[in-house]
């Protein structure tokens, strides 16, 4: 198998003068960012940080009703010193299954029931969240900060309209694994924090097993065209090729194709 060198450094001081000139040119000076407690959020502040300077980073924490690792996100905030705020989307999330009527999957004469769907009442999480941050940031004048990386775009391991939504992506061409390794370059970040076992704290389950996959495969399947393994390596290409509809803007019917 070939080899991949990764400079960490080298991509970390890149994505500081990279965020510095998109806010220049752009005409921006404060970024709002999910802060979940996890290596991407944590990162990406870090970076922010450094970048922008910390007064200019708002990290907000959106627990949906109860969090368990909520004092990880706190960790991160405080370790960096930028501004906080915990938003609760607990009520929110309830207010949307009782509008709909989704639990109890009635409907009046006329109208279509909508039935429980477990998938899609985890999707609602990102989705408020992004709302909430949108809300967030236009009343602070701060652009949102993407953290999703390279290998959960390439598996579809997003939700679209909620993580993907943002102003610019920070690990857009980054690996979950590179993501680490940054982070492991930040001596003002917890390196427990950096190296914890990614999870979406939403479905109560890590990434890996959500996925079925390890990101250690996702990430060779990405840089080296393999894992190793041609079993594992066609179920991460039938999951790019079935998600690629989540990084591309939304297609467009062309009416005068086949004139």
């Known amino acids: 198998m070939q080899e991949y060198i990764f400079n960490a450094e080298k991509a970390r001081d ?14 921006f000076s404060k970024v709002i960012i999910g802060i979940s407690g996890g290596k991407d959020s944590t990162v990406a502040a870090a970076i922010s940080a450094r970048a922008l300077g910390r007064e200019n980073v708002y990290g907000v924490m959106l627990p949906d009703g109860t969090q368990s690792d909520i004092a990880d996100s706190m960790r991160v905030c405080e370790a960096l010193g930028i501004n906080s705020r915990i938003i609760n989307i607990g009520a929110m999330h309830t207010a949307l299954r ?3 009527d989704q639990l109890a999957c009635t409907a009046k004469d006329g109208e279509f029931a909508i039935p ?11 989705r408020l969240r992004m709302t909430t941050l949108r809300y967030i940031g236009q009343c602070l004048g701060a652009r949102l900060v993407g953290t999703g990386n390279l290998s959960e775009a390439t598996v ?12 610019f992506s920070m690990f857009g061409k980054v690996t979950s694994v ?9 001596e003002e970040l917890p390196r427990e924090l950096v ?6 704290g939403l479905s109560g389950k890590s990434d890996e097993e959500r996925l ?3 990101y250690s495969d996702i990430h060779k399947y990405i840089r080296l065209g393999t894992c190793g ?13 079935a998600n690629m509809h989540k990084r591309r803007m939304p297609h467009v019917l062309d009416p005068y194709e086949n004139a």
């Open 14 to 27: 890149g994505l500081v003068e990279a965020l510095r000139r998109t806010a220049k040119q752009q005409g």
């Open 98 to 100: 009782e509008a709909t």
């Open 116 to 126: 429980y769907s477990r998938e899609s009442d985890v999707n609602v999480g990102p």
């Open 156 to 167: 579809g391991y997003c939700t679209k309209d909620g993580d993907t939504s943002c102003d």
């Open 178 to 186: 590179e993501v680490v390794q940054i982070g492991l370059t930040m």
């Open 195 to 200: 190296v914890k076992t990614p999870a979406d």
């Open 212 to 214: 079925g996959l390890t």
């Open 229 to 241: 393994d041609a079993e594992t390596d066609e179920k991460i290409r039938r999951k790019e090729r």
